[in-house]
């Protein structure tokens, strides 16, 4: 799958604000081929599968940069993956949102 480089870069601003709202290591989000990070206070996760974590599309984490409120209704449709008892990361996309449309 080829990156779309302005795609890249909206990923890119949107993980720096969730890395910079909710600094941690307990829930890993991935967003392939864009890259993953590591998220959220809680149990520090070093190798293999993270017991929390989050995978959707670029699109996906776009769209709740701007529509937070669609969490709920886009898991429930399977628009994304997320597992363990950490990775419900529907208030931090509030946060990430509110600063992402102000363009902090």
Known sequence: MKKDPKVALEVTKIF???????????????????????????????????????????????HLAINPGSWSGLIGQGQFRATGLASDLSRLFIQVSAKYQAGI
Not at 33 to 52: K, V
Request: aromatic letters at 2%; hydrophobic letters at 35%; proline letters at 11%.
């Open 16 to 62: 720096k604000l969730i890395k910079e709202i909710s600094p941690g290591k307990a829930v890993e989000l991935r967003v392939p081929p864009y890259g993953a990070i590591q998220c959220g206070e809680g149990a520090i996760h070093r190798r293999g599968t993270p017991p929390n974590q989050v995978e959707m599309s670029a699109d996906i984490l776009i």
